[in-house]
Structure formats: structure tokens, C-alpha cells
């Protein structure tokens, strides 16, 4: 659920390389390394960007207190070990996943290529970001993309009593004849815990369904989601179960098929500050190529035409898409004083 900044006045329009180059200045000042830096600083301004605002400048402070409390560690050389014809694993040596992915992004293109289909498993790394940005390159690169990571306790499992599962979010991208790529991203709980988190810093309740307090009891106010209580998975009251058998999967695949913590594992605790989850990832890339030749992105615009012949007002992605066309032209909207913190930051 992505809500747009809601403060028009006082509203800056700041171009995405400028937002880009101020967020790597920010990391590395921050205790990353220069090339750690510009991948998270790339993901974060895309985020921003594309109108994900759960992931993007929001999540800032998170990552500069998890790195001040040495939880992670923002100069990860992560190793990339070749298993097997179709499977690759990475190792991000208790840093941040997307570079650990970055890594061996080339070597994965160039297996689902050889292969038909491969295999990216990355483990002892962070993901605190947005899903999308993870498979939207490779659909542009022509291949079918899935990728799963996991989180922290924040979820009640369907029918259960305490936080055990992650938001776990899902996202998938395939190839579209003449369009952008056809993608969704989903966390697998009622709500991301970012967008909890700013709704609880704009006093807004949440819909019914989506938590319950420190005492299992349904609640829409977020603070208590956050003060100890749990969101439910995905599906409202009568279906949370489809959304917890795939937040089930999400720790079997993200955590234990890569080596990664499940999302209750780690502890965090001698960590005061630390926010980024300890867990793993998992990445799927097809080549639609190996089976119908070029006709794959023509089968897909095929199906996405009967879906707006059959009603449906809109893709998942297409938001984004147009928000970024509308931030690519006039610039980045960021509150004045979001910015000013910014570039405050990035002098520090
Ligand atoms: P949303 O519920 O906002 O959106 C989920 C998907 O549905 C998106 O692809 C969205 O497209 C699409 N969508 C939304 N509304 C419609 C509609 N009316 N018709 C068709 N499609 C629609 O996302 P979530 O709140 O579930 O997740 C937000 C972000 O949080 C994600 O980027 C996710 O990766 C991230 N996250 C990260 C975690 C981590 O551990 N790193 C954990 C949990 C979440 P569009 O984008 O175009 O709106
Ligand atoms: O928004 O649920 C979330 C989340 C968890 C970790 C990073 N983002």
C-alpha cells in the first residue's frame, strides 16, 4: 500500500541523479564502502522515485542507526561460490543483499541463458528495500524473474497467538512485448511494516483486518501493531491462510534453502538501533526463450490485453511506472525539509 507524501507546500522537486548522488554521500559517510554505497543509494532513489515511499528517503535513518550499531556491515566483500550448472550462491558476509546480489548478477543472466533456468541463493545479508528494483533488470534483460526475501518476527501465522513470519515480500517480472516490464511486488502480510510505521507517524488508523495488539486483540491502530502487537497475513479474516502459506514459503526458499535465519531467528537485541533484517534471499531467472522462442512478451501483452478487456483498471507496476515518468521530468517530490535533513546528512 504506497501513500504519497501528503505535505504539498513546502514540496521540492529534486532530480533523480542529484537524490542518487546525495544518498551515496550519505552511506559511505555513514560507514559504507564507496561501491556499497552507490548500490544502496541507486535502489533508495529509485524507490523514491517510483512513489515507494515505505522504501525509499523514509528508511534512511533505519539504515544509518543499523550501520552506527555495527549490526551489519557496510564494507561486505561478498563471495559468490558457482554450485552447480543453474545455481549460483552468494555469501553476503553479514552486508546488504543487493550488493552481494550485484555480484553475481552477470553470472546469473549468463546460466538462465545457458541453462534455461537459474538459481541465485544469498544468505548472511540485510534486505531493507523494496523487492522490485531485484527483478525488473532481469525482464528488461528478457528473462522471467522471481525473488523472495524474508524479514523479521512481525506476522502472526493464520489461526496463531504471536508474531512468528515476516512481511516476506514476493515480487515477479516478465518481459512485455513493446512495454515496460510486467511486475508486482507484495509483501505477503496485510501491510508492509514501513507503510505501519508511517502511518503511525501520520496518526492515521489502519483498515480492519490487517493487526492485532500485544494481546492478540484485532486493533487499526498502528502504534499498537508496532508497541508489541503483530500484523496478519494477507487475505482478511476469512482467507489469512493463503497469505501465510505464502509467507511459509517465503522462510522455506529466502531462509532455509539459501543458508539464511528465518525471520525469528536472529537476535538483534545486543544491537540497540538495528533495524535491517538478518535473512536471505532467493532469486529465480527463466529464459522464456528455451520454450517459445520470442513469443513469450508477445503471450504476455496478449494476456495483459484480456485483462483490461475483462475489466481490470489497472496493472500491478503501472503506478510506479508513471510515477517515475513524472519524476524523470519535473523532478523528485521530497517535503523541503526531508531534503534539507538530507543534504545535512551527506555533510556530516
Ligand atoms: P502494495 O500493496 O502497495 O502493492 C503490491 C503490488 O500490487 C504492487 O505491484 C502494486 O503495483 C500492485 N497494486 C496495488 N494496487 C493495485 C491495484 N489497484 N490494481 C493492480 N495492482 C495493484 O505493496 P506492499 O505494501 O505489499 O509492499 C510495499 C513494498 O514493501 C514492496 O516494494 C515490498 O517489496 C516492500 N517490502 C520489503 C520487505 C523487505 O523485507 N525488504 C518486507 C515487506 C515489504 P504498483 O507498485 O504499481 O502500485
Ligand atoms: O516494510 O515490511 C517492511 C520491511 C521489512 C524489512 C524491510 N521492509
Not at 497469505?243 to 511459509?248: I, K, R, V
Not at 528465518?262 to 529464459?287: K, M, R, Y
Request: some cysteine; overall charge negative.
Amino acid at each position: 500500500m504506497t501513500v504519497p507524501h501528503t505535505a504539498e507546500a513546502g514540496v521540492q522537486h529534486i532530480p533523480f541523479d542529484t537524490l542518487q548522488a546525495t544518498l551515496a554521500r550519505i552511506f559511505e559517510r555513514h560507514g559504507t564502502s564507496a561501491e556499497v554505497a552507490a548500490v544502496l543509494a541507486r535502489n533508495c532513489a529509485s524507490a523514491e522515485r517510483d512513489g515507494s515511499h515505505s522504501h525509499g528517503v523514509f528508511r534512511i535513518p533505519g539504515y544509518l542507526s543499523t550501520l552506527a550499531s555495527g549490526w551489519v556491515d557496510g564494507h561486505a566483500i561478498p563471495r559468490v561460490q558457482d554450485v552447480a550448472p543453474g545455481y549460483l550462491a552468494v555469501d553476503a558476509c553479514n552486508g546488504f543483499a543487493q550488493p552481494a546480489y550485484m555480484a553475481a548478477y552477470d553470472a546469473l543472466v549468463a546460466k538462465a541463458r545457458a541453462n534455461g533456468i537459474a538459481l541465485l541463493a544469498i544468505h548472511n545479508s540485510h534486505h531493507f528495500a523494496a523487492l522490485w528494483p531485484d527483478v525488473e533488470p532481469l525482464a528488461r534483460d528478457g528473462l522471467v524473474a522471481l525473488a523472495l526475501v524474508n524479514s523479521m518476527a512481525c506476522v502472526v501465522p493464520s489461526g496463531g497467538t504471536r508474531a512468528l513470519f515476516g512481511t516476506n515480500p514476493i515480487a515477479f517480472a516478465a518481459p512485455r512485448a513493446g512495454h515496460d516490464p510486467l511486475v508486482f511486488d507484495l509483501a505477503t502480510s496485510a501491510m508492509a511494516h514501513g507503510d505501519v510505521q508511517i502511518a503511525a507517524r501520520e496518526g492515521r488508523l489502519l483498515p480492519e483486518g490487517f493487526g492485532v495488539n500485544r494481546h492478540g486483540q484485532p486493533t487499526q491502530d498502528p502504534r499498537a501493531i508496532l508497541d508489541g502487537g503483530a500484523l496478519l497475513p494477507f487475505g482478511g479474516v476469512h482467507s489469512s491462510y493463503k497469505g501465510s502459506a505464502l509467507s511459509m514459503m517465503v522462510e522455506l526458499l529466502a531462509a532455509a534453502l539459501t543458508g539464511g535465519h528465518f525471520s525469528f531467528e536472529f537476535d538483534w537485541s545486543g544491537h540497540p538501533g538495528a533495524q535491517t533484517p538478518h535473512t536471505g534471499e532467493l532469486i529465480i531467472a527463466i529464459d522464456p526463450a528455451k520454450n517459445c522462442g520470442r513469443g513469450f512478451a508477445q503471450r504476455c501483452e496478449e494476456l495483459v490485453q484480456a485483462m483490461a478487456g475483462a475489466g481490470q483498471a489497472r496493472l500491478p507496476g503501472e503506478r510506479r511506472y508513471r510515477q517515475r515518468a513524472l519524476a524523470l521530468r519535473g523532478g523528485i517530490a521530497l517535503p523541503a525539509d526531508t531534503w534539507c535533513e538530507l543534504q545535512r546528512l551527506a555533510d556530516m
